[in-house]
């Protein structure tokens, strides 16, 4: 019995090898869509939790929102930008940081796992831990601020004036996507920090929940310095500023060309591959330090 | 020893227990400073189209800001603090031990949090506020008067904060999961406290309603008591008033919730 | 003893592997002070497949560390380290699909799910092709009696039953060599029963690679022919449990109630007497020899109500040892340098 088992197991041993060797990015999708899957299950067990935190994910941000109509009460226009433009700009910043959090948001715990050694436990499974981790307690409840997202740009679409053409149509979609894998960027980037600081989770909250909140308000509220500092240095302005100021036919931030309307897909491709680099670090000096 | 130096013990203790996280503490300081920064951009913008909006002009706006950035987490307006604690141990049971300590229960815990509270505010609200100071163009009161009378505020302030989290706290004795619970309370008292917006801008009867609320003690109180907009004597009533209140009610469903301990023997 | 596993005698492999840290630490309000820690100080050793081997010691004497480098989680500072042929710092993934890990104390369990859910996971995440998986998890789930829990949500299973849960999702994969991180710490007397006589027969019927720390004596002397004992990152014992016993030159303590208080009863060298407690008598004995002949002794001159044994602490063990080693500057360590 012992001799069959070995030689079965030797012949499953290349199996597993050549199994091994498939694409990592390949990898990565596969295992986080299956831990996602779990997590979903997992949820359902506790379903009216579930309903409540996803319900109070929705009035969080709609409070949110709100801050906004009360200014507006008071107010006809802000930094030269009507409540149908700042909705517009508020529900693309807010659904493409919403689609990040729920895709990636539980990055922002890496630290208490770093600290509880439970990261170790993914650490010997055959699968990429930059997916496990991001698909780890994955929060169906975060589709919240998704659905506040949406409902804000889709008031925003019903109100504000537009000159469509295809182009402006095209890029709605591509921003939402590029702004989402920015934010996706930040998150990683922000887990990644938390290797070498894994006490300092809340300076990421700066990036990620300041970055939605900065880019809900339209740039000419803010100092040029700081316009530069988003566009240049964290490129956040990428998310919706550039792009949307040109579909709403505004002047874009900081006398920017028209074509830079269309560059968040190379920006958000740029910033993905920038957080790759800094999550290949920060692990780096995990395993060379284990802490 | 002395009830007096036991519950002195137990702040000293409270103040030490997050004084430990420096890294944590540097953290927080950071994002209260952005997120100061956004909100004085956008407040520069609102009162630039209606100056003396709410009654403040904008130097009184902005510090405003400031004071808000400093004092949310000694204030703990979205929650926080010995709230989920206090939760973790009723879910688990501890808290029989703690109600058969020979302590009381709601000061036992009062005292820790108001140690929190006290290293929050130098920990994490001094270093926001003096760099909102320096950057920008504060209204501060030159007098020590107006300070002592603000640290007052500050202090009921906290008092309240702890008589609203306690009562959500104690909901664990009947809720078997709090989360719902408590992302409400911290919803409420994040909009409520006027951290989005100061309190004295919301329009008409909302703005009526949410400034007799427990939850403008907290930050709206001090603020306009710094700000020179409000006299010391009927906010403390005010804020004094809704303290004794709370703790009141926290003591009744405290007295409740015991009984059902005792009765189920844990 | 190096002959008989000529062909594969080197299964784990280290060679003069070392682990450095950079420790800060607190040395006063604001001032930190930068050590420089040998976690793991040029261990070397092999273990050819299908042993299974203690690996003990002091908290923080380097255990964990060397685990984490076996597994591929920490990469080392210097020396070579080779699984099955694989560096695992370099191919973390290739190896994780060859090895098991069991966790003490942190299961890898989905909490609010039932345990099958969490083992159709590794089914997939591993790509065990179907009719292996099945015929693994119906051996395993025999095996460790877990057959009346499949459906029953993990948070819902007592501490051995998650423990034998664990292990089982470490195996459905077939890997070559399981590590074992306290695999019975905080179980009851059964538990710890029941994984003991499965990683036996796991090992004797699958030939599966074993290396298990512990705290647990009883795991080292049911379970493991080969025991090795670092402590301050070295090598400091690698040999047979017996010759462990010998160097630590440790005693199991013999507890004897007779019917009334007596004399200290006079027992043959070298048993002694080292407590006496009214009719209660605790007499010393070495830890490697039987108990039987003193046992037979004081029943037929005593008049015995009860007995039982006490086996000796790992720690008290380690310690001892440890502390008869402390001249020599060679350690006694047989395979060593193999």
Not at chain 3, 268 to 279: I, L, M, Q, T
């Amino acid at each position: 019995m012992a001799e069959t088992g070995r030689v079965a197991g030797r012949d499953w041993a290349v199996e597993k090898d050549l199994g091994a060797r498939s694409s990592r990015v390949v990898d990565g999708l596969r295992a986080y869509r299956m831990i996602t899957a779990m997590w979903i299950r997992s949820t359902m067990a506790y379903r009216a939790s579930f309903l409540m935190t996803t319900f109070g994910n929705f009035v969080a941000t709609a409070l949110d929102f709100v801050a906004v109509l009360l200014m507006f009460s008071r107010v006809d226009e802000l930094g030269g930008y009507t409540l149908p433009q700042i909705a517009f700009l508020y529900g693309l910043s807010s659904t493409a940081f919403g689609l990040a959090d729920l895709a990636v948001g539980s990055m922002e715990k890496l630290g208490r796992r770093v600290r509880d050694g439970t990261l170790d436990t993914l650490m010997v499974r055959p699968a990429p831990v930059l997916a496990q981790m991001a698909a780890d307690q994955f929060g169906l409840r975060r589709l919240g601020r998704v659905t506040q997202g949406v409902l804000v740009l889709g008031y925003a679409l019903a109100t504000v004036d537009i000159d469509w053409t295809w182009a402006k149509v095209l890029l709605m979609p591509v921003m939402l996507v590029s702004g989402a894998a920015i934010f996706c960027a930040v998150f990683v980037a922000g887990a990644s920090f938390q290797f070498v600081a894994q006490d300092a989770a809340e300076v990421q909250n700066a990036f990620t929940y300041g970055g939605t909140t900065l880019l809900q308000y339209p740039p000419t509220l803010f100092a040029t310095e700081l316009v530069r500092g988003v566009t240049f240095v964290l490129p956040l302005a990428f998310v919706n500023w550039v792009p949307a100021t040109y579909v709403l036919g505004m002047p874009l931030p900081l006398g920017l060309p028209g074509w830079a309307a269309f560059l968040p897909p190379l920006v958000a491709a740029a910033c993905c591959a920038l957080a790759g680099l800094a999550w290949r670090a920060g692990l780096r000096s995990y395993r060379s330090t284990g802490s | 020893m002395g009830t007096g130096r036991l519950y002195a013990t137990v702040a000293a203790g409270g103040f030490r227990r997050y004084a430990t996280y420096r890294a944590a503490t540097a953290a927080g300081v950071f994002t209260n400073t952005v997120f100061g920064l956004i909100l004085v951009y956008t407040y520069t913008a609102l009162w630039d189209e209606r100056p003396h909006l709410g009654g403040y002009d904008l130097a009184q706006a902005v510090t405003y800001v400031w004071i808000g950035q400093s004092l949310f987490k000694t204030l703990a307006s979205g929650g926080g603090g010995v709230e989920g604690e206090l939760m973790e141990r009723i879910r688990t049971g501890d808290i029989a031990v703690d109600l058969f300590r020979p302590a009381d229960l709601q000061l036992w815990w009062l005292a820790a949090d108001l140690g929190r509270a006290a290293f929050e505010l130098l920990g994490r609200g001094v270093l926001p506020f003096v760099f909102g100071a320096l950057v920008f163009d504060l209204a501060l009161p030159t007098d020590v008067s107006t300070w002592a009378a603000f640290l007052v505020a500050v202090l009921l302030g906290m008092l309240v904060s702890f008589g609203i989290r306690y009562l959500v706290a104690l909901t664990a004795f009947w809720l078997m999961d709090g989360t719902g619970v408590t992302q409400m309370a911290m919803l409420t008292g994040w909009f409520c406290s006027g951290m989005v917006l100061p309190l004295n801008v919301f329009p008409g009867a909302l703005g009526e309603v949410v400034r007799a609320l427990p939850w403008s003690s907290l930050l709206q109180a001090p603020a306009d008591l710094l700000l020179g907009h409000a006299d010391p004597l009927p906010t403390y009533a005010f804020q004094a008033g809704w303290a004794v209140a709370l703790l009141a009610a926290g003591r009744l469903v405290q007295s409740v919730a015991a009984r059902r301990v005792v009765v189920q023997g844990g | 003893m190096k002959g008989a596993f000529a062909v594969d005698s080197a299964f784990i492999e280290l060679d003069r592997v070392e682990k450095v840290f950079d420790v800060h630490r607190k040395t006063g309000f604001m001032r930190r002070e930068l050590r420089r820690v040998r976690a793991v100080d040029s261990i070397s050793f092999t273990v050819a497949r299908g042993e299974m081997v203690g690996y003990i010691g002091p908290n923080g004497a380097g255990k964990s560390t060397t685990i984490k480098m076996l597994t591929g989680i920490l990469t080392p500072s210097g020396g070579r380290l080779r699984v099955a042929g694989i560096d695992p710092s370099r191919e973390r993934t290739r190896l994780a699909h060859r090895i098991g890990v069991v966790f003490g104390q942190r299961t890898t369990l989905w909490w609010d799910l039932p345990l099958l859910d969490s083992y159709r996971l590794m089914h997939r995440m591993y790509r065990i092709p179907d009719a292996r998986y099945r015929e693994n998890l119906d051996r395993l789930v025999e095996l460790l009696e877990l057959g009346d829990l499949l459906d029953v949500p993990v948070r819902q299973l007592s501490l051995g039953q998650r423990m034998r849960g664990d292990i089982v999702a470490a195996l459905l994969h077939d890997p070559e060599v399981l590590y074992l991180d306290e695999p019975t710490i905080g179980l009851d007397v059964v538990s710890k029963g029941k994984v003991r006589e499965f990683l036996r027969e796991l090992n004797a019927e699958h030939g599966t690679t074993v290396l298990l720390t512990t705290h647990d004596l009883q795991d080292i002397e049911q379970l493991c022919s080969r025991v090795m004992v670092i402590d301050h990152g070295r090598l400091m014992y690698d040999g047979p449990l017996t010759g462990l016993h010998e160097v630590g030159d440790s005693e199991r303590i013999l507890v004897v109630d007779l019917e009334r208080e007596l004399p200290p009863i006079e027992a043959p060298a070298p048993a002694r007497v080292v407590k006496v407690d009214g009719p209660r008598q605790w007499l010393a004995f070495p830890a490697a020899a039987s108990a039987a002949p003193l046992v037979a002794r004081i029943a037929a001159e005593y008049p015995l109500v009860d007995l039982s044994v006490r086996e000796p602490d790992i720690e008290a063990v380690i310690a001892k040892m440890l502390h008869s080693l402390g001249d020599t500057t060679d350690p006694p360590s047989e395979r060593a340098t193999a």
